[in-house]
Nanobody, 121 residues
Framework: QVQLVESGGGLVQAGGSLRLSCAASGSIFSINAMGWYRQAPGKQRELVAG???????TYADSVKGRFTISRDNAKNTVYLQMNSLKPEDTAVYYC???????????????WGQGTQVTVSS
């Protein structure tokens, strides 16, 4: 059983900062990729930032220069530091991971339950 547990969401004024955390727990053999998506009301879920299977980082154009993704491999945890927040960043933020629970098993995709980020103007 694998769980991705997010924390750190909340209400913040425009220009403020928040730091999201996502910890993967359970039977984990390896994590290939891990990152953050978000979904605003009435909109499709979109990639915000992530670590690719090659270890590089990728960011949505809308958050470049404001958001930074980092990770602690020993803790199977990724973080999203969000600075200079804007009202349009308001969304439910979801953690996502491609991982293997055993070396003989295929990579599977997992989602967290989501954490609400609300940015007031």
């Amino acid at each position: 059983q694998v769980q991705l547990v997010e924390s750190g969401g909340g209400l913040v004024q425009a220009g403020g900062s928040l730091r999201l955390s996502c910890a993967a727990s359970g039977s984990i053999f390896s994590i290939n990729a891990m990152g953050w998506y978000r979904q605003a009301p009435g909109k499709q879920r979109e990639l915000v930032a992530g670590f690719t299977s090659g270890g590089s980082t990728t960011y949505a154009d809308s958050v470049k220069g404001r958001f930074t993704i980092s990770r602690d491999n020993a803790k199977n945890t990724v973080y999203l530091q969000m600075n200079s927040l804007k009202p349009e960043d308001t969304a439910v933020y979801y953690c996502n991971a491609d991982l293997k629970t055993a070396y003989w098993r295929p990579t599977a995709n997992y989602w967290g339950q989501g954490t609400q980020v609300t940015v007031s103007s």
